[in-house]
């Protein structure tokens, strides 16, 4: 069986004792050795969220090193790691899948490839997520980090959205007042 190689993304936003990458690279080193992933390297940047990609001189590094170096897998802790401006991430996303990169978002529990090397439908995985974790919207948007509808099509997360609604509008039967 093939060793996969896999590096290790982690970023927080400031320097010092506030905050610190221990916790993102002990559970993705924990992700590692139950996925059977071998970790070649772990690339920590402290740095602003809020910074272009292009400005983060870490996450270029391990992006390059990715690609020379054979790298199968990318673990991030969560998608905002990744950055805040929607476009960005998409195009790194893309990058990565034209490259035959995955990369493994560990809160959201998501890869950008399956087993086989192919792309995960971002639809079915929302669809899984939402019926998981019916305020996802709420958990996103007061987080800070990149809300579904900027990842994928609108039409998808408000027709999620409103059947979720629908659901919670249904009237109990023993509330319904009989005359």
């Known amino acids: 069986m093939e060793t ?3 590096i290790i993304y982690a970023r927080v936003s400031s320097v010092g004792d506030r905050q610190n990458t221990e916790r993102q690279i002990s559970d993705l080193t924990r992700y590692a050795e139950f996925s059977n992933l071998t970790v070649a390297r772990v690339f920590e940047e402290y740095i602003s969220g809020a910074k272009r990609n292009m400005e983060r001189p870490i996450l270029l590094e391990a992006i390059e090193y990715a690609r020379s ?6 673990l991030i802790s969560e998608l905002s790691r990744l950055g805040r401006n929607a476009f960005e991430v998409l195009s790194t996303v893309k990058d990565m ?3 035959g990169i995955n990369i493994y978002f560990q809160k ?3 890869s950008l490839l399956d087993e086989r090397g192919s792309q995960v439908s971002l639809h ?3 669809l899984r ?6 305020n996802l919207k709420e958990r996103t948007s007061n987080s800070g980090s990149i809300q579904a509808g900027q990842i994928i099509s609108p039409k998808v997360v408000s027709s999620v959205e409103r059947k979720a609604r629908s659901n919670q509008r249904k009237p109990c039967e023993n509330n ?3 005359s």
């Open 4 to 6: 996969k190689r896999a």
């Open 69 to 74: 170096e054979g790298i199968t897998q990318i």
């Open 97 to 99: 899948i034209d490259a």
């Open 108 to 110: 959201e529990q998501f």
């Open 124 to 126: 079915r995985s929302l």
């Open 129 to 134: 997520r939402s019926q998981r974790a019916p």
């Open 176 to 178: 319904i007042k009989r």
